[in-house]
């Protein structure tokens, strides 16, 4: 695909999917589809993931050093969901860039222009990732169910930012309008997910030694354990893209002079 094209793509503000997607009728044939996939992206997956994560990480745990935060500590867990949420906003739209040309095109996802798309969608992205986690965590506070509902109806913002991009305002509305119906659906995907997001972290950083565990090597391994969380990127993304063929996609915003 000529160069041109592809940096119409940052000119006019959002990707095109230019391919067939499957449906997304099964919870089981879309998390095998979504191994397939992120194993076949796996060294892309890594290196994007590794390029954003890693130098934060080891310099959070400088900082953190210098400053006597312990290493087990609330302030030392604060610290690390924050930075996940701020670096996974620049890491997330980067990867999703990097699949679609993969499955539009079978070739090797582009780093450079995958990181430029991250950048380019990094506060969009972190500003509707924290209204999730705001209205997630409200929901949740009240009782449990509601917490989970307002987690399914809102599992594609991060895809819409990073596939719509300029074409759509209203993220969780849209994320909304996309998983209405289909809760179920989603929930059967994102059970297994979540237990293996939370069991996995929980055993590695238990066999380095936990918060005993040297600083640098606290860092390198959340970063390497950020690269398995791109798993829920691959999935969301299928999801996504198994989803929007039946429904009204977003149209461009119109020029108010026309």
Known sequence: MPARVKESEFERGYLEIGFPSQRFDSAWNLLLLSARVYFSNFPFLATVTLIVFLPAKLAIQLVSDSLDVPKGGLAAYLTMDLSDLVLGALAVPAAIYGLLERLRSGKAPPLTRSLRWGWRQWGKTLWNKLKVEITVTLWGALFLIPGIIAMVRLVFTDAIVAVEADKVTAVLERSRDLSRGIGWRIFAVLVPVMIVELAVPL????????????????????????????????????????????????????????
């Open 203 to 258: 055993l590695i950083l238990d066999a380095i030694g936990g918060s005993s565990a040297p600083r640098p090597l606290i860092a390198t391994v959340d970063s390497l354990l950020s690269i398995g969380g791109q798993w829920s990127t691959v999935i969301v993304l299928l999801m996504y893209l198994g989803v929007i063929p039946a429904t009204r996609p977003a149209q461009p915003k119109r020029s108010a002079a026309r």
